[in-house]
């Protein structure tokens, strides 16, 4: 059975930083890209960020609203992948999902930016 | 590629049919002949679920009342007899072109 499972969610400073760590199981790791995709508060699904299957430098993609704060990584190893946040806003206030395109999701780790 | 959904929300009656609209503002038929349109369903508190992929394929364990359709730029997502179990917000989703893109969401609810 897939599960994803994330962690690292919490409340974090404007300008601040947090990792965000998906737990995949159940699959093929390396066969598989990898996205996050996150939702703010009573809003609608948006993309963030995506990551090859071998997750090689040029196997990533971002977000314009993220691009330059984020990076996304993965650790084909232990079958995790990652989403580092830097200078975070109060605008990244959203759960977070980190999702196998685009048949299965994880339920969610929620961040919140505020003072 | 921008996504546009119609109606934003839908009161229906239980077990009668509900149908929502997505229309995509490019083609979304893809250079391998494969168009990357799905649905998506999220119950409330719940992450989004798979319905359909690639127009008109249900997913694993997805009901049969759950039919997709459409070509290009539109495409329709309909339930035949709607349950309790449905209430929720559908979502349209291209993965044709790089970055995806989602509609903005249709809120179904009972009547």
């Known amino acids: 059975e897939v599960e994803l499972l994330e962690s690292g969610g919490g409340l974090v400073k404007p300008g601040g930083s947090l990792r965000l760590s998906c737990a995949a199981s159940?699959?093929?790791?390396?066969?598989?890209?990898m996205s996050w995709v996150r939702q703010a508060p009573g809003g609608g699904l948006e993309w963030v960020s995506a990551?090859?299957?071998?997750?090689?430098?040029?196997?990533?993609l971002y977000a314009d609203s993220v691009k330059g704060r984020f990076t996304i990584s993965r650790d084909n190893s232990r079958n995790r992948v990652y989403l580092q946040m830097n200078d975070l806003r109060p605008e990244d206030t959203a759960v977070y999902y980190c999702?196998?395109?685009?048949?299965?999701w994880g339920q969610g780790a929620l961040v919140t930016v505020s003072s | 590629i921008a996504m546009i959904q119609s109606p934003l929300t839908s009161p229906v009656t239980l077990g009668q049919p509900a149908s929502i609209s997505c229309t995509s503002s490019e083609s979304l038929l893809h250079s391998d002949g494969n168009t990357y349109l799905s649905w998506l369903q999220q119950r409330p508190g719940q992450p989004p679920r798979l319905l359909i992929y690639k127009v008109s394929n249900r997913f694993s364990g997805v009901p049969d009342r759950f039919s997709g359709s459409g070509a290009g730029t539109d495409f329709t997502l309909k339930i035949s007899r709607v349950e309790a179990e449905d209430v929720g917000v559908y979502y349209c989703m291209q993965a044709t072109q790089v970055p995806c893109s989602f509609g903005q969401g249709t809120k179904l609810e009972i009547k």
């Open positions: 990551i090859s299957g071998s997750g090689t430098a040029g196997g990533t």
């Open positions: 999702a196998r395109p685009w048949d299965y």
């Open positions: 159940g699959f093929i790791f390396t066969s598989y890209a």
